[in-house]
């Protein structure tokens, strides 16, 4: 990905939502109020988890990476697509790009990653209760919360580096509002449809792994939970499970309609919009979804912020 005529070039233009001018008024109000919700949410999660020594349990020390990662992704991109929404200058640097798409591709592939690892916790806790705490000791948890950081950024230096070769011809102008792999391949002078083959192989696997533990997890979770006889029980465990499922959906099923469709039947303009969905309300359900409305949380809440509160 080098400039062929090289000395001249200097950036990318990200057209992003340019085409509608009156939306981006919209979209500049709504964007911000959603990342400050994130912001403040997830930031609540990763402060709490480590105040609280009954939040300090694997299950929180994942959710706390995840907010962690959450607001790591969103930072990577919301706050230059804000700027750009506000003026006319919608540039971006050649460096700059290139930083944007190593940083936001390394942080989905590892949230991936950390989902497959979230099912597996649950599935220890809810089907191996008397061995939770052997299973998920704190060294095992450090090294698959570690493993899935190391694994996606590693997967985002493999695709960066089947990419960074492709020389481009002047072309400088991307069809969305932030740097993204396949496109950066259209501006390419030179046939790219070993690379692009090559990226679709690299994805799947990065796909299947999570997809399959998390298959596993929960198909022995449904089971555990249906030879539970009480209701009450049954109610909670589902109401937990439930918010982990729709987050995977979001997260999986945006990514695949991006990532893994045909190009014959992708729609540039829903994918900006598809794009906007897990790039800001998946970060910011995160929390929500997950947590704050726990009574665990809730009672952390209480404890850290009246302690702080009595304190004065």
């Not at 930031?43 to 990662?69: A, C, R």
């Not at 700027?83 to 919608?90: M, T």
């Not at 090559?198 to 298959?215: A, G, M, R, Y």
């Amino acid at each position: 990905m080098y400039p062929k005529n090289g000395s001249s070039f200097t950036g990318f233009i990200l057209l992003g939502f340019s085409d509608w001018p009156q939306l981006e008024r919209v979209l500049f109000v709504v964007l911000l109020i959603l990342y400050l919700l994130t912001l403040l949410g997830n930031t609540t999660i990763i402060v709490l988890s480590h105040l609280d020594p009954h939040l300090q349990t694997p299950m929180y020390f994942f959710l706390s990476n995840l907010s962690f990662l959450d607001l790591c992704y969103m930072t990577s991109t919301v706050p230059q697509l804000l700027v750009h929404l506000r003026g006319a200058d919608k540039s971006i640097s050649f460096g700059g790009c290139v930083a944007q798409m190593f940083v936001s591709l390394g942080l989905a592939s590892t949230e991936c990653l950390l989902l497959g690892v979230m099912a597996f916790d649950r599935y220890a806790a809810v089907c191996r209760p008397l061995h939770y705490t052997v299973i998920m000791h704190p060294r095992l948890c450090v090294l698959m919360a570690s493993a899935s950081w190391f694994i996606g950024f590693a997967n985002s230096s493999l695709q960066m580096g089947l990419i960074f070769l492709v020389p481009l011809c002047g072309r400088n102008k991307i069809d969305h509002f932030f740097c993204e792999v396949t496109l950066l391949l259209k501006l390419a002078c030179v046939d790219t449809t070993e690379n692009e083959n090559e990226l679709f192989s690299v994805s799947v696997i990065i796909l299947l792994i999570p997809v399959t533990l998390i298959t596993f997890s929960y198909g022995h979770i449904v089971r555990e939970v249906l030879r539970i006889k009480s209701a009450t029980g049954q109610r909670k465990l589902f109401g937990t499970c439930g918010s982990y499922l729709t987050v995977v959906s979001l997260f999986y099923g945006t990514g695949i309609y991006i990532y893994l469709q045909p190009n014959s039947n992708y729609s540039q303009d829903q994918g900006k919009f598809i794009s906007l969905f897990y790039t800001i309300i998946t970060p910011m359900a995160n929390p929500f979804m997950y947590t704050l409305g726990n009574k665990d949380v809730t009672l952390a809440m209480r404890k850290v912020f009246c302690q702080d509160y009595d304190s004065r």
